[in-house]
């Protein structure tokens, strides 16, 4: 069986990933600009995350967690891939068929579970109807991620990391004709741009489940809907993955807790989730891309009893995602201001929005390397089919994320909801870390990661003094209208220029071994 090239297939999802995350906040300027941090933002935002937050459980999270192993395992050994991945789609596609029509029934509770502060206010109205709206998108999107899985697995990584790009274009194709001639200063004016957004969601989740539905035909798995059967393998499957969708669950009620939160601040809903977009660009590029590529490569190594392979391939994998996260952490840190107002402060968009999501950001930005670190120890576990530790932790951080957003939000605010999410993960970070130390050497940090980290560490501080100067010495060019989009893409600039020179010197890694990486 062709093995999976780590470094290529990381490169591919990750530079699919950017530039879907670019479309994304081509999307978000486009909502901040024509809705602003009012009801219509914080009703929209709040239907858009509930197909969201189940999309993490069913499909990225706790079945793709389950699945992707075992069937990379299957397609390693060459015995009955096609037949257990057409089992798992016709069951997933069952079970969520049901749970889209009682969602779409009970979106009154959905709404009142995840932002409890919009009930007798006009939010809570608009969020339930353009929540019944885009709910669909849960049943398309998580198919999608199943088949993604699927193409992941045999080393097909373009067509399901390129899919999501059509969710941001369907978007900002809806904003461009919804918004077109509209004043939007208005609850009124904005409602009829929140109603076309909603109904591109599910838009968007029929193309997205067409492109890598076409492409796993093409690879020669192609999967149909049937009457769902349960299959001995199928309810191993179930098996494997009931820890590990427990463990979704978990996370989403960090997420629940912190939007629950934020709901009882006027305007703290938008704040974090444009703050969210902002870290999750580096997180989507380096940490999901690094995760989607990891976990088939090291459950086709632990296949093959390729020990050395797979302690090889974590090392590399988290060495190279911290090598990209740790200075986009503190660039996130240092610089929020000049971030947030120039990709954001327009139209609704006002300053204070913009000092209240750039504190968000760097409070998010002190969590990044913990989520990447997190797309890399995973795996570990999963790839061993152990989804009952990865349970534990989880739910231990659930206690944490809410004795520290809801204790600490009457004295700081709506960022008690971000401290929860940032501590939690570094918290998730040392619980994954103490736990794979009892496996076997394929889990174990090796000398040159031991050896580089804190070379990057160095590089990206030094990174971080740097920018702090040149954005002290450019604060004039932020005031200046269209100068101020220079200004950011030459502060970007000095940035990327400095942390690659100085990493380079100080030897936190050698640009050529991602050539040869390349060849390999």
Do not use: H
């Not at 000049?338 to 006002?350: D, K, N």
């Amino acid at each position: 069986m062709k093995p999976i090239r780590l470094v290529a297939g990381f490169l591919t999802v990750g530079l699919w990933t950017f530039l879907s995350r670019i479309m994304g906040f081509v999307r978000d300027i486009m909502i901040a600009a024509y809705l602003g941090t009012g009801p219509v933002a914080e009703a929209f935002l709040v239907a858009f995350s509930l197909p969201n937050l189940f999309r993490r459980f069913f499909a990225e999270g706790a079945f793709n967690m389950a699945f992707v192993p075992m069937f990379s395992k299957k397609v390693e050994s060459g015995t009955g891939a096609e037949r257990f991945a057409q089992d798992a789609f016709a069951g997933l596609a069952g079970v969520l068929t049901v749970f889209t029509v009682i969602g779409v029934i009970f979106m009154p509770a959905l709404v009142t579970l995840m932002a409890s502060g919009f009930i007798g206010s006009e939010r809570f109205d608009l969020a339930v109807y353009y929540g019944r709206i885009a709910f669909p998108y849960i049943l398309f999107i998580s198919l999608s991620a199943l088949l993604s899985g699927v193409l992941n697995a045999t080393g097909r990584f373009t067509a399901a990391a390129a899919a999501p790009i059509l969710l941001n274009v369907i978007f900002v194709l809806t904003l461009v004709l919804a918004g077109s001639g509209c004043e939007c200063t208005t609850v009124d004016a904005q409602t009829p741009v929140g109603l076309a957004l909603a109904y591109a969601v599910p838009v968007a989740g029929v193309a997205q489940l067409t492109v890598v539905w076409i492409a796993a035909k093409r690879a020669g798995y192609t999967l149909r809907p049937r009457w769902p059967k349960m299959t001995p393998e199928l309810k191993r499957l179930a098996i494997i993955a009931a820890p590990a969708a427990l463990a979704g669950g978990v996370v989403q009620i960090n997420l629940l807790v912190g939007r629950q939160v934020a709901s009882f601040f006027d305007g703290a809903v938008a704040w974090l989730s444009y703050a969210d977009r902002l870290y999750q660009l580096p997180l989507g590029v380096v940490g999901i891309a690094i995760g989607v590529v990891l976990l088939p490569d090291l459950s086709r190594r632990l296949q093959a009893g390729d020990e050395a392979g797979g302690r090889d391939a974590f090392n590399r994998a988290s060495e190279i995602s911290l090598a990209l996260t740790v200075p986009a952490a503190i660039a996130l840190l240092v610089i929020p201001v000049p971030l947030v107002s120039v990709l954001f402060e327009r139209g609704a968009f006002t300053s204070e929005d913009t000092t209240a999501t750039a504190l968000a950001v760097a409070i998010y930005g002190l969590g990044l390397p913990a989520f990447v670190l997190q797309k890399t120890l995973q795996p570990l576990f999963f790839a061993r089919e152990d989804t009952k530790r990865p349970f534990y932790y989880a739910v231990a951080a659930m206690v944490l994320n809410a004795l520290i957003a809801v204790g600490l939000s009457p004295l700081i605010g709506f960022t008690a909801a971000a401290f929860g999410t940032t501590l939690t993960g570094w918290a998730m970070v040392v619980m994954l870390m103490r736990g794979a130390r009892n496996m076997d050497d394929a889990a174990a940090f090796d000398q040159r990661f031991k050896q580089r980290i804190w070379r990057i560490i160095l590089a990206s501080i030094a990174m971080g003094l740097i920018l702090l100067a040149a954005a002290a010495v450019m604060a004039p060019l932020f005031a200046l209208g269209q100068m101020r989009y220079l200004a950011l893409l030459l502060l970007i600039v000095v940035g990327i220029v400095s942390y690659f020179g100085i990493g380079q010197v100080l030897g936190a890694f050698q640009l050529a071994e991602f050539r040869r990486a390349m060849r390999r």
